[in-house]
C-alpha cells in the first residue's frame, strides 16, 4: 500500500546543531508539504514544493531549508537549531490541487 | 491574508448526544475548499470532511455533517451520535483557489473534543 512515511519520529538535538528530518511518499504525488504543530497554533506551513526543483517557502520559513530532487522525498533542514523550534512536525502530499493532502506520522523535535 | 478562527478551544459532549464545533475564515475569494481534520492522541491527521465552496448543498459522511454558510463565512461541524472515539483534537483548514497555491492549507488553532460515557 503507498504511504507517507517520517523519520525519525523523535530526536532531540542540541542548539545550533543542524538537524535534517527525513519525509518519503510512496503515492507518487507531485506535491509535498512541511507543517509545524505547535499548542495554541495549530499547524503552520514551513515550505512547499509543487515538483522536482521546485521548493517554496511557507509562513514560517525562517531557519529551515529543503530541497527536492525527487518525487518520493522532501527532507527538511534545520540549519541552526533553536529551542523556538521545538514542535511537532508534519509531512504532508498531494496529487494536485483537488487531490487529498495525505498526512505522516510527524516527528517530535526537541531543541535543548 | 486568509485566517481560519475556531473560537473554541476546548469542547465536550456526552456519548450519543450531538455537538457542533464552529469554524470561521476570512477571504476574499469565491472558489474555495474547506476541511475538517481530526487528530486523535496518536498524532495523525485524519480528514473527517472536505467541502467545495461553490456547492451550496452541505457535504454529509455519516455522523459528520457541515453546516456551510458562504456569506457569513462560517463552516461548522456537526457531531452526531457521538462515540468515543471521536475524542480528539479538530481543525478547521481552508484551501485557496488553484492558480498561485496548488493545494496550502490554512489551519484554525483547533478545538479539542471531549467525550464523556
Known amino acids: 500500500d503507498a504511504e507517507i512515511t517520517q523519520s525519525p519520529r523523535h530526536k532531540i538535538t542540541e542548539t545550533g546543531r543542524q538537524v535534517t528530518l527525513a519525509c518519503h511518499q510512496t503515492w507518487n504525488h507531485n506535491n509535498m508539504f512541511w507543517y509545524r504543530q505547535d499548542l495554541g497554533h495549530g499547524l503552520r506551513l514551513i515550505h512547499y514544493s509543487y515538483g522536482v526543483q521546485d521548493t517554496n517557502k511557507g509562513e514560517v520559513s525562517d531557519g529551515y531549508s529543503v530541497s527536492r530532487s525527487n518525487t518520493e522525498d522532501l527532507p527538511l533542514t534545520l540549519e541552526s537549531a533553536a529551542s523556538s523550534q521545538t514542535s511537532v512536525y508534519f509531512c504532508?502530499?498531494?496529487?494536485?490541487?483537488?487531490?487529498?493532502?495525505?498526512f505522516g506520522p510527524g516527528t517530535r523535535l526537541t531543541v535543548t | 491574508a486568509q485566517t481560519v478562527t475556531q473560537s473554541q478551544p476546548e469542547m465536550s459532549v456526552q456519548e450519543a448526544e450531538t455537538v457542533t464545533l464552529s469554524c470561521t475564515y476570512d477571504?476574499?475569494?469565491?472558489?474555495?475548499?474547506l476541511f475538517w481534520y481530526k487528530q486523535p492522541p496518536s498524532r495523525q491527521m485524519i480528514l473527517v470532511i472536505r467541502?467545495?465552496?461553490?456547492?451550496?448543498q452541505n457535504a454529509t459522511e455519516n455522523r459528520f455533517s457541515v453546516n456551510f454558510q458562504k456569506a457569513a463565512k462560517s463552516f461548522s461541524l456537526k457531531i452526531s451520535d457521538s462515540q468515543l472515539g471521536d475524542a480528539a483534537m479538530y481543525f478547521c483548514a481552508y484551501r485557496p483557489p488553484p492558480g498561485g497555491s496548488q493545494g496550502n492549507l490554512i489551519f484554525g488553532k483547533g478545538t479539542k473534543l471531549s467525550v464523556k460515557p
Open positions: 467541502q467545495e465552496a461553490y456547492k451550496q
Open positions: 477571504t476574499s475569494e469565491s472558489d474555495y475548499y
Open positions: 504532508a502530499s498531494s496529487l494536485g490541487y483537488l487531490g487529498e493532502q495525505y
